[in-house]
């Protein structure tokens, strides 16, 4: 079993101290910005997944992509369940997505099965649900799934990129029973836009919705009542930014991936691939969509993720503030007054980016 540390460096130590004070980097002439205390770090395996799961207030889980296996500890990093292997029985997956279930276990699906499993921290199976064909899983609300699955054959009008996420329908489904327990096709007439990445939603516990606008470079949808009309609103933090090395790292070694290789590029690929991608401007939102005690949606930004990465928090179609994580932010999750964020390190000399979970306290506003 691989050996998982928990520290914080001493040259992380002042930062905390500082921006604990609120003293973080920030100017009057662009939004809030407000650096995390740091309180703990936890290495994990390295993955090619990118989701994260609090299914405790001190317990996190992980997927290790490459043995198949989800990997759960504590904030003091004690391992407290490695399980999984690949196949196609009890207990076993072909693809992985990690997320917190009820009663503090862990709800894994698996898209290429189409199952999603629920196990107790030491493995045990406690319930296994057939889902919907393509179901993509966004979001566990208690004993419920929330995610998408697409109708082909919908008519978007478009022929871009966002065709396909456009066609996609929310849904809610029993994490029980696999029944669909609320769906909604058609949600793009309730909004002033004709672009809805309809692939990527998130539902609060108190029925809201969000879901990006593709039609902007930061835009977003906000729906009071999931049933009824949206509104469209623009981050104010929005800043234009291209590509750096590490994005095009991770976008070339994707491509490979989604062709079979192991990731590794020769040199005459490598630049023909990233040669467009890095004089595009990113897009802005990356995900997941998260929400506080409050109610408050957080959602995870392209910006910098090389020295610090960001998560924006709005309430409703209002923005309130940025948040700052350290290192590049892969994926994350809250609960109660717990923040997770899984993250890659710097690469070392040998091109070596390690994996860990860095843990924060959330702020008092967003608990209260």
């Known amino acids: 079993m691989r050996t998982i540390h928990t520290t914080i460096g001493t040259a992380v130590a002042p930062l905390v101290a500082t921006f604990a004070f609120g003293c973080g980097p920030h100017s009057d002439s662009r939004p809030l910005e407000v650096p995390l205390a740091l309180v703990a770090s936890t290495e ?25 296996q989800v990997h759960c500890v504590t904030r003091n990093g004690r ?10 029985g009890p207990g076993e997956f072909r693809s992985l997505w990690v997320a917190g279930g009820p009663d503090g276990d862990v709800a894994v699906i698996d898209p290429t099965l189409s199952r999603l499993t629920i196990f107790r921290l030491d493995g045990s199976v406690v319930s296994e649900t057939s889902l919907p064909g393509e179901f993509l899983g966004l979001q566990m609300l208690d004993d419920r799934v929330v995610g998408s699955s697409p109708d082909w054959s919908a008519e978007t009008g478009r022929d871009d990129q966002y065709s396909v996420l456009t066609r996609y329908v929310p849904m809610e489904l029993s994490a029980l029973t696999g029944e669909v327990l609320w769906s909604r096709a058609g949600m793009i007439d309730a909004v002033s836009s004709d672009c809805l990445m309809l692939s990527e939603v998130g539902i609060s516990s108190a029925g809201g919705l969000v879901v990006r606008d ?12 999931r ?55 990113k897009g802005w939102y990356r995900g997941p969509f998260k929400f506080d005690g409050q109610g408050n949606a957080w959602i995870a930004i392209t910006r910098d993720r090389d020295s610090w990465s960001y998560i924006e928090v709005w309430a409703g179609p209002n923005y309130l503030r940025t948040m700052m994580v350290r290192d590049r932010l892969i994926s994350y999750d809250l609960l109660g007054k717990a923040l997770v964020v899984l993250v890659e390190r710097s690469p070392d000399p040998d091109g070596i980016a390690k994996q860990a979970i860095d843990w924060y306290e959330m702020p008092d506003w967003a608990t209260q």
């Open 79 to 88: 391992v407290v369940g490695v399980f999984g292997r690949e196949g196609e």
């Open 227 to 281: 049933d009824g009309d949206g509104t469209v609103v623009r981050s104010p933090a929005y800043i234009e930014e291209f590509p750096n090395e590490r994005d095009v790292d991770a976008y070339v070694s994707g491509l490979a991936r989604l062709g079979g290789g192991s990731g590794s590029v020769p040199a005459s690929l490598r630049e023909a691939w990233s040669a467009g991608y890095r004089d595009k401007p």
């Open 44 to 68: 994990v395996p390295l993955s090619g997944s990118e989701s994260i799961a609090l299914v405790r207030e001190d317990t996190a889980c992980v997927e290790d992509s490459f043995e198949f």
């Open 214 to 225: 593709c039609a902007s470079p930061a835009g977003l949808a906000f729906f009071e009542d």
